[in-house]
């Protein structure tokens, strides 16, 4: 594994950690998520996404450098993605989730 890489992994569960340390004390303390803090722990996760993307598009697209993840990832990635959400979505119609458990499974899904 390239060196890129797993620093995006270490970064990946660090922020898994600290973000769900912060949503499971706000959500136990308020009974409720807030969207800010979905919004902020989003914009990190799709910092990394973006770090991989571009080692990918480097190193399977250009020819330069090694470690890189292969385009099959990507649409697994989606379909992965797109799973989540949807039975995220159907707990919620079931009545089964509140909105912001749905919010918040999709957030970790994308971890």
Do not use: H
């Not at 807030?34 to 996760?45: G, V």
């Amino acid at each position: 594994m390239s060196p890129v890489l797993k620093a995006v992994q270490i970064y990946a569960w660090c922020l898994f950690v600290v973000a769900w340390v912060q949503m499971g004390y706000v959500d136990w303390k308020e009974q409720k998520i807030r969207n800010r803090y979905l919004f902020r722990w989003f914009k990190f996760i799709s910092g990394a996404y973006a770090v991989v993307l571009l080692q990918s598009a480097l190193g399977g697209g250009l020819g330069i450098g090694t470690g890189y993840l292969l385009g099959g990832y990507y649409p697994e990635l989606g379909r992965y993605l797109a799973f989540s959400g949807l039975a995220a979505y159907a707990f919620w119609g079931l009545r089964i989730w509140p909105a912001g458990d749905v919010k918040l499974f999709c957030l970790l899904a994308l971890f």
